[in-house]
Structures are given as structure tokens and as C-alpha cells.
T-cell receptor, first 116, second 119 residues
Framework: AQSVTQPDIHITVSEGASLELRCNYSYGATPYLFWYVQSPGQGLQLLLK??????LVQGIKGFEAEFKRSQSSFNLRKPSVHWSDAAEYFC??????????????FGKGTHLIIQP | DADVTQTPRNRITKTGKRIMLECSQTKGHDRMYWYRQDPGLGLRLIYY???????NKGEISDGYSVSRQAQAKFSLSLESAIPNQTALYFCATSDPGGGTSGILAGELFFGEGSRLTVL
């Protein structure tokens, strides 16, 4: 079964600084990979996803993520964070062999705090 | 209107009570899911369904049951609620479109969540 590790429970960055959120996965092959964001009191919104092809994927709100097969990682980055980026971020993997039919496996989340 | 709607959004109940959380969707997706979110634990899958005749247990199905009344409706029930079922519950849908390589393959579309407190 697949699993996801987000090593950082909390991250604090200053507004305008760069950001990298880490995600490592365990899976026998190349899975589907996702990053979702959850703002306070809200549901989950998809930031970006990787299925195949270019390993650097662009998402909404200026986020990008890079799939590194050798490191089993899919880290999320943003060059300059805004106060509105304060939220909970979840990395998730899906089983490619089944077309993701049995849902996604989520990491435990990283809580991003933005300092003025 | 939201594509995936959950009711109620908030519920406080007492131990031993029966609770039903409802989910309806207008996306036309066949696949529907119920997840539970707890602080520090992320989201964990409770049940999922491919159609009205196909229900599958997820990682943490004990203490829960589901009903797929129609393609668009998927309900989660707690027959006898207990305090450790206090959590935020999410319904989600998916549609692979073009199969395993379809552009939507694996992607989940979430409702806004139902916060349940069991006293």
C-alpha cells in the first residue's frame, strides 16, 4: 500500500520569502501525485497534480512542484509567499494501476504560518 | 452552488445517538468517497463507492456505515456515535475520464466538510 510522509508539521516563513514544503511517498511505481490546500474553515482545493511527462508542474496561486523519482519526492515550492498562503497543505498519492479508483492516500499535512 | 454539497455543516450530538451525514453532487461522477480529518492525522478514507451497487470499505470503516441512494447521493451514518468520532468529515467525488491516463484520473473534488462533535 502507498504511504505519504510530510516531515514538517509546522513551517513559519516571512511574507515575501520563498517556500518549500516537503513530501515523500512510498509506492511501487510512479503514482498520481497531488498537492491540496485547506484554508481555515474551508474544504480542500487542488493546487497541482502530476500524472506523467514534465517532472516540474505548475499549479494555481504561483505554486509549483517537482517530481523526483530517485528521491520519491514531490516537494511544493513558491518563490514569494503572501499572507493569504497561510493554510494547511496536504500531499496525496493515488494508485495509478487502478486509475485512482480507491481514493487517495494523504499525508498528515503541513501547517504554514506567514509572519509579517 | 457547490458541486459537492454536504449537510449538515455542523452537528453536535451525544454519545449513543445515530447520526447521518449526507452528500450530494452535481458533477455527474460515479465515484464517491467519505474521508475523516483529525488534527495531525491528515485525511483517512472511511468508505468509497463506484456506483449504487458497489460499496467498499476504506482504512477506518469500523463504527460507520454508508448508503449510496443514487449516483448523486452518498450518505455516511454513525449508528451509535462515540466521542472519538468527533472530527471533520469530507465527501469527495472523482471521475477518471480517459481511464488511468485521463486528465482527471485520481483527482478528488471535495465538499466543504461536516464538523461533527460527539459529547
Amino acid at each position: 500500500a502507498q504511504s505519504v510522509t510530510q516531515p514538517d508539521i509546522h513551517i513559519t516563513v516571512s511574507e515575501g520569502a520563498s517556500l518549500e514544503l516537503r513530501c515523500n511517498y512510498s509506492y511501487g511505481a510512479t503514482p498520481y501525485l497531488f498537492w491540496y490546500v485547506q484554508s481555515p474553515g474551508q474544504g480542500l482545493q487542488l493546487l497541482l497534480k502530476y500524472f506523467s511527462g514534465d517532472t516540474l508542474v505548475q499549479g494555481i496561486k504561483g505554486f509549483e512542484a517537482e517530481f523526483k523519482r530517485s528521491q520519491s519526492s514531490f516537494n511544493l515550492r513558491k518563490p514569494s509567499v503572501h499572507w493569504s498562503d497561510a493554510a494547511e497543505y496536504f500531499c496525496a498519492v493515488g494508485d495509478r494501476s487502478g486509475g485512482g479508483a480507491d481514493g487517495l492516500t494523504f499525508g498528515k499535512g503541513t501547517h504554514l504560518i506567514i509572519q509579517p | 452552488d457547490a458541486d459537492v454539497t454536504q449537510t449538515p455543516r455542523n452537528r453536535i450530538t451525544k454519545t449513543g445517538k445515530r447520526i447521518m451525514l449526507e452528500c450530494s453532487q452535481t458533477k455527474g461522477h460515479d465515484r464517491m468517497y467519505w474521508y475523516r480529518q483529525d488534527p495531525g492525522l491528515g485525511l483517512r478514507l472511511i468508505y468509497y463507492s463506484f456506483d449504487v451497487k458497489d460499496i467498499n470499505k476504506g482504512e477506518i470503516s469500523d463504527g460507520y456505515s454508508v448508503s449510496r441512494q443514487a449516483q448523486a447521493k452518498f450518505s455516511l451514518s454513525l449508528e451509535s456515535a462515540i466521542p472519538n468520532q468527533t472530527a471533520l468529515y469530507f465527501c469527495a467525488t472523482s471521475d477518471p475520464g480517459g481511464g488511468t491516463s485521463g486528465i482527471l484520473a485520481g483527482e478528488l473534488f471535495f465538499g466543504e466538510g461536516s464538523r461533527l462533535t460527539v459529547l
